[in-house]
C-alpha cells in the first residue's frame, strides 16, 4: 500500500502553531481539532464506494454510497484530540480505543485498554495519533487490530519521523499511511525532532 505526505498549507500553518512551544492547551487543541477534519477529507479520498439507484426531484439515477462502515480507531492518550475532528466529518462512524503506553526508558508500548465496534471486520477502520516515532505504538495497535479481524485499515498521523514509517512499511505493507508532516528524525530520547513535544501532554495539560 502508499505512504502519502499531505504538505497541506492549511495543515502546515495550524501544525506551525502547534509545534511552537509557547502554544498553550486551548490553541493547541482547538488547531489538532482543525487539522483533523482537513485529514479526514484527505484519509478517506480513496475510501470505496458503490452504486446504488435513488430517484432525485427530477429523474431517476445511479449515486454512490460507501460500502463499508467506518470506524475510527484514536490510540489513546493523543489520538483523542484527532476524534472530533473526524467525527464532523465522518459523523456516522463508530469509536474503538486502543490504549498504549510507551515506555520512556525502553521507548516499548504498553498496551493497557481495548475496546471495538463489532463491525471492526467489515469497516474500513482508520486508526488515529498524532505522533509516529519509532513507530511501536502504531504496529503493536494495528497488529492487535488485525487480531480482532480488521483487514481494510488507514493509519492517519499528523507528525512522523522516518523511522516510524519504515517500520510501518515494513511491518504492516498493507496499512496505507497518512502523514501531514514528514519530520527530519528522532533524538536520544526518541521524540521527534523538530516535533511538537509530547502530543497528549500538550493535548492534556499533563506533564
Ligand atoms: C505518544 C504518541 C504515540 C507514541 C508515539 O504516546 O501519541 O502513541 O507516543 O511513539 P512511538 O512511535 O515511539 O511508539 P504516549 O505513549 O506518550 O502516550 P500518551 O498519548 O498517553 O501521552
Ligand atoms: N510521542 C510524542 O508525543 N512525541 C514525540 O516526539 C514522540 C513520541
Redesign the pocket.
Known amino acids: 500500500m502508499a505512504t502519502t505526505i499531505l504538505n497541506h498549507p492549511l495543515i502546515d500553518h495550524k501544525l506551525t502553531i502547534m509545534r511552537n512551544k509557547e502554544t498553550g492547551t486551548k490553541e493547541f487543541r482547538q488547531n489538532l481539532d482543525e487539522i483533523a477534519m482537513l485529514m479526514a477529507y484527505e484519509v478517506t479520498k480513496s475510501l470505496p464506494l458503490q452504486n446504488i439507484e435513488i430517484v432525485t426531484p427530477i429523474c431517476p439515477m445511479t449515486g454512490k454510497q460507501l460500502i463499508r462502515p467506518v470506524v475510527l480507531v484514536p490510540i489513546l492518550r493523543?489520538g483523542l484530540g484527532l476524534v472530533d475532528g473526524f467525527k464532523t466529518i465522518i459523523p456516522t462512524a463508530k469509536v474503538g480505543h486502543i490504549g498504549m503506553s510507551?515506555n520512556e526508558e525502553t521507548l516499548q508500548p504498553e498496551e493497557y485498554y481495548a475496546k471495538f465496534p463489532s463491525c471492526l471486520k467489515e469497516a474500513d477502520v482508520l486508526v488515529l495519533d498524532?505522533?509516529l516515532?519509532?513507530g511501536g505504538?502504531a504496529c503493536a495497535a494495528i497488529t492487535n487490530i488485525k487480531k480482532r479481524g480488521a483487514k481494510n485499515i488507514k493509519f492517519a498521523c499528523l507528525?512522523a519521523?522516518p523511522e516510524g514509517i519504515e517500520v510501518m512499511e515494513q511491518k504492516h505493507p498493507d496499512v496505507d499511511l497518512i502523514v501531514a508532516a514528514l519530520d527530519e528524525k528522532?533524538n536520544e530520547k526518541?521524540?521527534?525532532?523538530p516535533?511538537?513535544?509530547?502530543?497528549?501532554?500538550?493535548l492534556f495539560g499533563t506533564d
Do not use: H, K, Q
Request: charged share 20%; hydrophobic share 45%.
Open positions: 493523543a510507551r498524532p505522533m516515532a519509532t505504538s507528525v519521523a528522532l526518541g521524540y521527534i525532532v516535533g511538537l513535544g509530547d502530543a497528549g501532554d500538550r
